[in-house]
């Protein structure tokens, strides 16, 4: 199956700064990649994602890049600000049963935006 | 912003107890997702339904049994509660209006529960 590894698992970086999140997977045939926040004592929320067929994806400050040969995938959030401190997490998913999926989540990074 | 709702948002339960997680979307939604989420902070699927009175396993192994008569509701049960079961559980769901594209999941704001 799917196994899907992210890093780093603790971020933290200065308010304005940059921040990239790295993620590889190991099944050639997953074709979706969606970034998800979480606060504290919320639900993930989904910030991005990025299909197979696509190299790079912009919204805003937020991006992400998608390497099929490497088998790999990243989050690039630019000019941080302390709201974007939070739990992110990467996953892949290549199944549609049915039009179901079953999304394999990495460990998770937690980023803390220092003022 | 996804309309999907748990209850309870948290639960402090003593072992043997039967207890239901509930979770509930207002979206139409088909398809439909519970998650385990631990303190460690990895999701893991447990189950997911493809629609009305079906039901399917995930990729972690479960104790937990769920059920879908209605498309809006998708209870989680735990028959006998255990210190093992301690962790957040998490619903989802997606449109899956179109078959061979990968829709959006969007998460509910889970359950935290807690078995002494």
């Known amino acids: 199956g799917e196994n899907v590894e992210q890093h780093p698992s603790t ?14 997977y ?16 919320k639900g993930p929320q989904l910030i991005i994602d990025i299909r197979s067929n696509v190299g790079e994806k912009k919204d805003q400050r937020i991006a992400v890049t998608l390497n099929k040969t490497a088998k790999h995938f990243s989050l690039h959030i630019t000019e941080t600000q302390p709201e974007d401190s939070a739990v992110y997490f990467c996953a892949a998913s290549r199944e549609q049963i049915q039009g179901a999926q079953k999304l394999v989540f990495g460990q998770g990074t937690r980023l803390t935006i220092n003022p | 912003e996804a309309d999907i709702y748990q209850t309870p948002r948290y639960l402090v339960i003593g072992t043997g107890k039967k207890i239901t997680l509930e979770c509930s979307q207002t979206m139409g939604h088909d398809k439909m997702y519970w998650y385990q989420q631990d303190p460690g ?16 396993k995930g990729d972690l192994s479960s104790e937990s049994t769920v059920s879908r008569i209605r498309t809006e509701h998708f209870p989680l049960t735990l028959e006998s509660a255990r210190p093992s079961h301690t962790s957040q559980y998490l619903c989802a769901s997606s449109p899956g209006l179109a078959v061979g ?6 998460f ?4 935290r529960l807690l078995v002494l």
């Open chain 1, 11 to 24: 971020l933290s970086v200065q308010e304005g700064d940059s921040a990239v999140i790295k993620c590889t």
């Open chain 1, 26 to 41: 190991s099944d050639s045939a997953s074709n979706y990649f969606p970034w998800y926040k979480q606060e504290l004592g």
């Open chain 2, 41 to 56: 902070m990895e999701l893991h699927l447990i189950h997911y339904s493809y629609g009305v009175n079906s039901t399917e």
């Open chain 2, 101 to 106: 594209y990968q829709e959006t999941q969007y």
């Open chain 2, 108 to 111: 509910g704001p889970g359950t």
